[in-house]
């Protein structure tokens, strides 16, 4: 242990404190009390300053041994026990709320870490999005225009802000493909990030493939009935919680995390009218191997083709859902690869039957966001049209769980990157981090000059 030593030292100045007053009490002990302040003053100036024991003082040996030495004098005295036994159980209940309030704030500094972009990637964002009006180039997209709509190609949507995760999700696939040249890639951002998107894939080739760059806001959804879906929002995380129902005997919770279509994903068929079907990823997948497989899965007039998540099943989360469940045992499905079927979709009128759904959870619950609104919402959608992919296919959980198994990952098709500790984020998981970074995008000039180093 890294801290072993400073761990004694904590213990050594509980005992001390818990006999200091009494101590302080006794007639003729003055010499013992000003020693044992002076040495809890010691062990609280030591401790203030260390964390593990590489921050100790050489002499530290010494002074526990000269704290032992004094806090046995202590016990020598005659004391009572009550109040030796009073104060010891007021540091306990001390200790107890200062624990309670680190762990709260430490919980607090994790999540912001997690949801606030690191200066580096936003450093690279503002370069990128300066450059392209400093110089603007030619547009590289108006040669391929024509492959755009045209459902012959191979179509890949992934809806995103971060340039970094959506280029090594992007330059995954091309590289792991047998032939990129029939590719299309649809990347949809936000007005913010558009420009310095639209930089990015003009100064990086990947193969032969087509990168095609849209601002959500600039596209014509006239024809919808609004409920706000024009607002960026790609796939949505949730951290859920629920009884462990493999060990009843233990009453724990367990905790998963379940990846869903954000609002924006029930734009495709509006965004791409002409096309039939389309692979869609998130930007925190990675793909290991060739994906030509996948468009010659029949989907069983299934709209969805995904990956069911059996760790959590719709009757678990019955609260949540009511009592639009259609089978309380069928498990949940992921975001991450999923193959949709946008003829079944436009067919089915699934974006309309979203909407609905949006607006009776809203309605029924003031406490309800426009975000969480659609973790039920998404899932209820696709009940019934979800034809499931071999899950070890697609591996998840690379963003919270250390137990993946390596062979596992090396096997899959596409890693999913889900949870908290991105790739990308100093917080990473270090030995699922070069999985990632085998496709990350090396010696750029704006990386360096932002200092991104992964």
Not at 431 to 440: G, S, T
Request: charged share 25%.
């Amino acid at each position: 242990m890294k801290d072993a030593t400073v761990k004694r030292l904590k213990d050594q100045l509980f005992i001390a404190r818990a006999y200091y007053p009494s101590i302080a009490k006794l007639q003729g002990k003055e010499d013992l009390s000003r020693e044992l302040k002076q040495n809890i003053q010691e062990h609280e100036r030591m401790l203030s300053e260390a964390i593990s024991d590489a921050d100790l003082p050489q002499l530290v040996e010494n002074k526990i041994l000269k704290m032992e030495q004094i806090i046995a004098k202590a016990k020598g005295c005659t004391v009572e026990c009550s109040n030796v036994e009073r104060k010891l159980r007021q540091i306990l209940d001390l200790t107890e709320d200062e624990t309670h309030f680190h762990m709260k704030q430490s919980a607090f500094l994790y999540h912001l870490g997690v949801q606030t972009m690191p200066k580096s990637l936003h450093c690279l964002s503002i370069r990128l999005t300066v450059e392209y009006f400093r110089a603007p180039s030619s547009d590289i997209e108006a040669t391929h225009a024509h492959k755009f709509d045209n459902p012959s190609f191979r179509h890949y949507v992934i809806f995103s802000r971060d340039i970094l995760a959506v280029s090594a999700t992007v330059n995954s696939t091309v590289m792991s493909s047998k032939d990129a040249a029939d590719a299309v890639f649809h990347i949809i951002t936000d007005r913010q990030n558009f420009y310095a998107m639209k930089f990015w894939f003009f100064r990086n080739s990947y193969r032969d493939a087509v990168i095609h760059v849209l601002n959500i806001e600039d596209i014509d959804f006239s024809n919808l009935n609004g409920l706000g879906l024009k607002q960026f929002s790609p796939s949505e995380e949730f951290r859920i919680s629920v009884r462990n129902f493999d060990q009843p005997q233990l009453l724990q919770m367990k905790t998963e995390y379940v990846s869903i279509f954000g609002h924006s994903h029930f734009l495709l068929p509006e965004i791409f009218k002409n096309l039939k079907k389309v692979i869609v990823l998130d930007d925190d997948v990675i793909i290991q191997k060739d994906l030509s497989p996948f468009w010659n899965i029949d989907l069983e007039g299934k709209i969805n083709g995904a990956v069911n998540f059996c760790n959590l099943r719709f009757g678990q989360l019955e609260k949540i859902f009511g009592s639009d469940i259609h089978d309380g045992s069928s498990c949940l499905w992921m975001s991450g690869l999923n193959i949709i079927d946008l003829e079944k979709w436009r067919e089915l009128k699934l974006t309309d039957m979203y909407q609905n759904l949006i607006q009776k959870i809203l309605n029924n619950d003031s406490e309800e966001t426009w975000r969480t609104a659609a973790l039920t919402a998404s899932l209820l959608a696709f009940q019934d049209q979800i034809f499931p992919l071999e899950n070890s296919l697609i591996i998840s959980g690379l963003g919270y769980d250390y137990r993946v198994n390596e062979d596992t990952i090396r096997n899959a098709v596409a890693l999913h990157y889900n949870g908290n500790m991105k790739p990308w984020l100093d917080l990473g998981i270090p030995a699922y981090k070069k999985y990632w970074k085998m496709f990350l995008t090396q010696g750029d000039r704006f990386m360096d000059e932002c200092n991104v180093r992964h």
